[in-house]
């Protein structure tokens, strides 16, 4: 697809020939079309690997994470169980959040490998009374029962699914960890923007298909508990209605 943007006639062109449409540049259609490709470039470029949380490196866009704050705050959720600890950032962003609430919640971070240094540096961060660490497969039956013996009777959970994103992979975890979801909650497949990043420099052409937000799909149609729904914005002053996310048909909400 083609854009051509006229900054002094203030138009946005999309498309060639017969098929091309001229926008508004300021507008709620051409702000859509510069941000997907924005989110493109951006991931490309790992624009998400520029940020921190409270000395953390967090690999998220931080819409993604303001989004996930916002619910997390709605719903207060007891646990907080999240798939892929990395360097540990959103493990401490949560925390953080459970903190000044005031509430005393649990966050439970499961990793294939923790790498030493990053498990250094988690125990020794300030917000660490609030985690707990558990390494191995997030599919492996023993460690789902470990995550799972975390969660005591009549607490609320969210379940955040951000470590291997194949669609077999969080299709597993899916089955695994969704009887844990409390209703009124969410089971989160996370990073399933890979859909359209398959033709980009470092993406990978079989994305297309292989990608969280389809595993998602079809968990919804298989299990009717849960419905996919992007969580309501809870301010809008705007004419705006879509996230700009990497984390595209990522909630499914257990109703």
Known sequence: MKILIDTDGKTLVCGEGAAARTLPLYGDEAFEILSEHWLKVGWN???????SWMGRPVIQLPEDLLRAQEVIYRLKPDVIIETG????????????LFK?????????????????????????????????????SSTDPAIVARVKS??????????????????????AELVAYHDLVTP??????????????????????????DHPTAAAAEFALAHPQF????????????????NITHWPGAWLKRL
């Open 45 to 51: 470029q790992k624009y998400p690997y520029t940020f």
């Open 100 to 136: 000044a609430m005031g509430h005393g919640g649990r966050v439970i971070g499961v990793d294939i490998e923790i790498r030493p240094h990053n498990r250094r540096a988690i125990e020794a961060h300030e917000l660490f009374p609030y985690l707990t660490l558990i390494e191995g």
């Open 227 to 242: 419905v996919l729904e992007q969580p309501p914005w809870p301010f809008n002053e705007s004419s705006l209605k879509h």
């Open 184 to 209: 009124g909650s969410y089971i989160v497949a996370t990073d399933g923007s890979m859909k359209d990043l398959h033709d980009v420099p470092r993406g990978k052409p079989e994305w297309i298909w």
């Open 85 to 96: 600890v990395a360097h540990g950032g959103s493990l401490i962003f949560y925390a953080s």
């Open 150 to 171: 975390q969660a005591a009777a009549g607490q609320s959970v969210l379940v955040i699914l951000d470590s291997n994103h194949s669609k077999a992979h969080v299709a």
